[in-house]
C-alpha cells in the first residue's frame, strides 16, 4: 500500500511563550519538524504535505531547506487539528493510498511504529490510531469497547470522570485511506467547548459507518507532545536517551553515556570512543575507532578514523580532521584540514587552513585568518614543524619539510625545507642577571623602591 503523510504544523504554540513557530524549536539540534519530515523519509512516504499557518513563511522556509519536493498546504485560521488535514487534502487528490497524520510537535515516533498500524491496516481496520499509555493529563483518551477496538477519541477537557481516568491516551498519529480520511474530515462538526473541528472525531464518525478503528500502542517516550518549554525539555531528554542508546548499540564506548549530548545527525563508528563531558553539535560525523576525550565540543565536522581529539578541545564548523590525527588540549579549529597524522596539540587556533600530512604545530600557534575584513588561507605541507608561540598570518604558504622557529611571526611564504625565524636575536650579558638582582634585593633591604 503507497503512503502519503501529513504534516500538522499550522499551530502557534501559545504555551511555548515564543516568537518562533512551535514546531521549529529544535530537539537535537534539529527543529521538531525536521524530525517528523524524516519519519516521513524513512517510511518511503511517496508524498509529504506539511501544514503551515502559524508563522507559515518561517515554517515553509524551513521545510523547504529540508527537502523542496515536500508540499505546503495553507491552514490560515487555526480551527483546529481535523480543519488542518482537510487543508492538506486537496494537495492529495488523486492518491490513492494510505494516508498519515503525523504532528509536528509530536517529533520523536518511529518508522518501527508506524509500521505495526500499517500491519493494523492490513488486518482491516479502517482507521488505526497510536497510542500510548500515560496517567490521566492533557492528552485525548483512547475509548475502547471490551474487546479492545477502538470505539471513540474524547479530549480531556470533555472527558466525564470515567474518561478522564482512561490511561490509553491519542499520540495524534493516524492512518487510514486517503479518501476514507477526505471524506471523514469533510464532514466534521466544530467541537461544543472550543467550536474547532477536531481530527480525533473521525474514529467516532468511522465507527457509525460501522467501519472497524483500532489502536496500535507504543511506548510512551516516543509518542510525547510539546506544548510548553517543560515538555520541549523532557522530549530533548527523551531524544538523549535514545540516541546514547543506538551509539551503544552500535558499538561506540561512553564511560558516562548519559553526560554526552547528541544531534538529530550525529553519527559515530564503530569502537568511536567518548569520554565524558562531550557535546555533538549539529553536522558531526566520526569515524570508527577515534577517541573524543572529555569536554570537548564539536560541530559541523568531520573525524577520521584512529584520530584523538581533545580533551578540551573545539571543533567548528569546516573542521576535517585526519586519520591518525591529534587535536589536543584548548585547541580551536575552524574550516580547515587537518591531514593524516599532523599534530595540533596544545592551545591553538587553526582557522582557514590545510594543515599536510605529519606536520607538527606547536603550542600555542596561532593561525592569524583574518584581516578585520576579509578571511585567508594557510597552507602548510607535509612534515612542516612550527615552533610554539608563532603566528601564521595569512594567507601564507609554508612548503614540504619547512620549520619556523618558536615565538616568529610569519608574514611571508616559506619554502619547502627552509628556516624561518622572525623575532629579536638574543643577546647575553655575562653576569649581569646576578649584579642586578643583589642591587634589587639591597634595595628593599633599605626600605626603598626602584
Ligand atoms: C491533540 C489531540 C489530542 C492528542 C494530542 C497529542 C485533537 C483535537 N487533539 O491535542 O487528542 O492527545 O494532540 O499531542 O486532535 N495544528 C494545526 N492546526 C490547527 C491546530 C493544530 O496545524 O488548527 C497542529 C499543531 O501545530 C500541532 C498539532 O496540530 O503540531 C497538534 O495541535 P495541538 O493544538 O497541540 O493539539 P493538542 O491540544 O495537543
Ligand atoms: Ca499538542
Known amino acids: 500500500m503507497s503512503l502519503a503523510t501529513i504534516i500538522l504544523a499550522a499551530g502557534q504554540g501559545k504555551r511555548m511563550q515564543s516568537d518562533l513557530p512551535k ?3 529544535e530537539v537535537g539540534n534539529a527543529s521538531m519538524l525536521a ?40 491552514q490560515t485560521n487555526q480551527n483546529g487539528t481535523g480543519h488542518a488535514v482537510a487543508q492538506a487534502m486537496p494537495a492529495l487528490a488523486g492518491f490513492s493510498g494510505d494516508v498519515l497524520v503525523l504532528y509536528g510537535d509530536t517529533p520523536l515516533i518511529t518508522p518501527e511504529a508506524i509500521t505495526q498500524m500499517q500491519a493494523a491496516r492490513e488486518s482491516g481496520a479502517a482507521v488505526v490510531v497510536l497510542g500510548f499509555q500515560n496517567p490521566p493529563g492533557g492528552y485525548g483518551r483512547l475509548v475502547c469497547d ?36 477526505a471524506e471523514l474530515v469533510a464532514g466534521l462538526a466544530p ?5 474547532e473541528l477536531y481530527l480525533t472525531d473521525i474514529v467516532a464518525a468511522a465507527r457509525t459507518l460501522n467501519l472497524p478503528c483500532a489502536v496500535v500502542e507504543c511506548d510512551a517516550a516516543e509518542t510525547e507532545g510539546v506544548n510548553s518549554r517543560a515538555d520541549l525539555a523532557r522530549v530533548e531528554a527523551a531524544f538523549q536517551a535514545r540516541a546514547r542508546a543506538r551509539a551503544l548499540a552500535d558499538g561506540v564506548t561512553m564511560q558516562a553515556p548519559e553526560t554526552v549530548l547528541f544531534s538529530q545527525d550525529t553519527a559515530l563508528g564503530r569502537d568511536v570512543v567518548v569520554e565524558p563531558n562531550v557535546i555533538f553539535a549539529a553536522g558531526v560525523s566520526v569515524e570508527s575507532g577515534a577517541r573524543i576525550r572529555a569536554f570537548s565540543h564539536l560541530e559541523g565536522c568531520h573525524v577520521a578514523a584512529d ?23 584548548f585547541v580551536e579549529i575552524k574550516e580547515a584540514i587537518i591531514e593524516d597524522g599532523a599534530k595540533v596539540n596544545h592551545l591553538s587556533y587553526v582557522g582557514d587552513a590545510i594543515i599536510g600530512a605529519r606536520s607538527n604545530i606547536g603550542a600555542g600557534t596561532i593561525f592569524c585568518n583574518y584581516d578585520g575584513v576579509f578571511k585567508h588561507q594557510a597552507v602548510l605541507g607535509e612534515d612542516v614543524f612550527i615552533g610554539s608561540n608563532s603566528s601564521l598570518v595569512s594567507p601564507v604558504t609554508i612548503g614540504n619539510g619547512a620549520m619556523v622557529g618558536s615565538g616568529s611571526v610569519i608574514t611571508s611564504n616559506v619554502a619547502a625545507g627552509d628556516l ?31
Not at 649581569?432 to 628593599?444: E, I, S, T, V
Open 23 to 25: 514546531v521549529l524549536h
Open 35 to 74: 524530525h517528523v519530515m524524516a519519519t516521513s523519509r524513512q517510511l518511503d512516504a511517496e508524498r509529504c504535505v506539511v501544514v503551515v499557518g502559524h508563522g507559515a513563511e518561517a515554517v515553509t522556509a524551513a521545510v523547504h531547506d529540508i527537502d523542496p519536493d515536500v508540499e505546503i498546504a495553507m
Open 146 to 181: 471490551v474487546l479492545g477496538a477502538l470505539e471513540a477519541i474524547v479530549e480531556a477537557k470533555d472527558a466525564d470522570p470515567g474518561t478522564y481516568a482512561l490511561t490509553l491516551c491519542n499520540s495524534g498519529v493516524m492512518l487510514a485511506a486517503g479518501d476514507l480520511m
Open 191 to 195: 467541537s461544543a467547548t472550543t467550536d
Open 307 to 329: 584520530a584523538i581529539v581533545g580533551p578540551f578541545a573545539r571543533l567548528r564548523p569546516g573542521a576535517e580532521i585526519g586519520v591518525g590525527a591529534k587535536i589536543g588540549n
Open 420 to 450: 624561518a625565524i622572525s623575532r629579536g636575536r638574543q643577546v647575553n650579558k655575562p653576569g649581569l642577571g646576578a649584579k642586578f638582582m643583589a642591587r634589587l634585593r639591597a634595595m628593599k633591604t633599605a626600605g626603598k623602591r626602584p
